[in-house]
């Protein structure tokens, strides 16, 4: 599955924009959106790339839950609680090169051997207490 090229807007706070369910070899790339809840969220997947992304939503910019392998880089996240929640037994994941107004959390311990290095947010990188490999994270 790719989406490519992409422009949505939601009303204030809907849920979701844009969900990832029980897929692999996914692509998600150069999607703008505004105004839900959670702008991307993969949930039970494994293998996919969200690229160069520019969101503004309420809660969560993107959100791996129990999803694995997926790498996901330079995407802009304005304007949420949490840039990028890992979350639910999400393992090997890579995440560089990601801007967004506020933290990056892995939620809880379940998560293991995820990357993540060279993002740049205004709030702080919580791991979780996980053995996350993390490195050159900018907090402005």
Known sequence: MTLRDFRYSRAAFSSF???????????????HGTGASHGIEVKDSTKGRVIGNDL???????ELDGS???I?????????????????NSD?????????TNL????????????????MMN??????????EKAHNVQY
Do not use: E, H, P, Y
């Open 17 to 31: 924009s844009i969900q990832v369910r029980d897929s692999a070899n996914f692509l998600i790339f150069n999607v």
């Open 56 to 62: 503004a939503t309420g809660d969560i910019g993107i």
């Open 68 to 70: 694995s392998f997926i």
């Open 72 to 88: 996901v880089v330079d995407n802009q996240i304005d304007g949420t609680f949490m840039t990028i929640r890992i979350t639910n």
């Open 92 to 100: 090997f994941n890579t995440i560089i090169g990601n801007r967004g």
């Open 104 to 119: 990056m959390r892995i939620v809880d311990g379940t998560c293991n051997k995820n990357i993540v290095v060279g993002n």
């Open 123 to 132: 709030g702080a990188f919580d791991d979780g207490g996980t053995n996350t």
